[in-house]
């Protein structure tokens, strides 16, 4: 069986790639790092690495390679990568839809992130227990305090039934509100750069106990703009399950208080403070 898994495992590798920054433009001179795994016997293997450089297109290549997958990761000074997705299959072991096929014609594509520039930015939240019986609440997140007026964002909470104690599933619906600005849904690999527009100034969470799917919590990341056109990004937390009358909410993250859509984070400042 190890002798088998070792050949089907023992396979030629070739990889097209190409790197381009935020915008779309081919990046040269980029470090490409390619760790590939090979089979030894059962449940053993091990690493051997190569290194090219990419073209001035953004282009690189690997050819001649053995084993059973490959990994790639890209260095380059005044850029950033980050990605979960950059393991390539070339096992034997897998279905062919499940193995990387090479196209020359159509290499894979990796985005960098060209770097602006380090901004002090300022460390923004609001964390309490909430009651669900969907009451407002207001905060400052300047000070992550909450307020009787003026705040940022105004959040209420209905559960229905209110005491869950026992129930599976339950009715809850949660509303924030951004005074003077609104959120971004943040789905993209690098949050350097807040959008220009696209705000929305409330956003609701609408979860009926026969939806399908349902989900007793709730975890997103945002684009924030604020007070004076401050732009950031945050982390939204809610957990309707727990059993007490109160709902823990969470809403933290960091804005620039510059103005500027610049979000590449030095050093945070603390509670509202300002450069």
């Known amino acids: 069986m190890s002798k088998v898994l070792s ?3 023992d396979q030629p590798i070739v990889f097209y790639g190409k790197v381009i920054d935020q915008d779309g433009n081919p990046i040269s001179d980029v470090t490409v790092n390619a760790n590939v795994a090979i089979s030894k016997q059962w449940m053993e293997k091990t690493y051997k690495s190569y290194t090219t450089n990419s073209d001035s297109n953004g282009l690189f290549q690997f050819e001649g390679l053995r084993g059973m997958a490959l990994l790639i990761g890209l260095q380059k000074e005044g850029y950033q990568y980050s990605s979960t997705d950059n393991g390539y299959n070339y096992s034997a072991v897998y ?3 499940e193995r990387h096929h090479p196209d020359a014609n159509a290499p894979v594509i990796f985005k960098m992130w060209k770097l602006q520039g380090p901004q002090q930015l300022v460390t923004i939240g609001a964390n309490a227990y909430l009651p669900c019986n969907g009451s407002s609440s207001s905060f400052d997140l300047l000070t992550h305090r909450k307020v009787s007026d003026g705040g940022d964002i105004t959040v209420s909470i209905t559960r229905n039934p209110q005491n869950i104690q026992g129930v599976h599933q339950f009715d809850w619906k949660a509303v924030v509100q951004v005074t003077n600005g609104g959120l971004v849904a943040r ?3 690098y949050p350097n750069e807040a959008p220009v527009d696209g705000y929305q100034s409330q ?6 106990k026969d939806a399908k799917p349902w989900f007793d919590d709730y975890r997103h990341t945002y684009y924030l703009k604020i007070r004076g056109g401050q732009y950031g990004r945050v982390s ?10 109160n709902v823990p909410f969470n809403f933290s993250g960091y804005v620039n208080p510059t103005g500027s859509r610049n979000l590449e984070l030095a050093a945070p400042l603390g509670k509202g403070q300002q450069p």
């Open 95 to 97: 279905t062919e839809k």
């Open 187 to 189: 789905n993209d690999q």
């Open 7 to 9: 050949t089907l495992n």
């Open 236 to 245: 939204l937390e809610i957990y309707a399950a727990f059993e007490q009358p």
């Open 203 to 208: 956003i609701v969470i609408d979860m009926p």
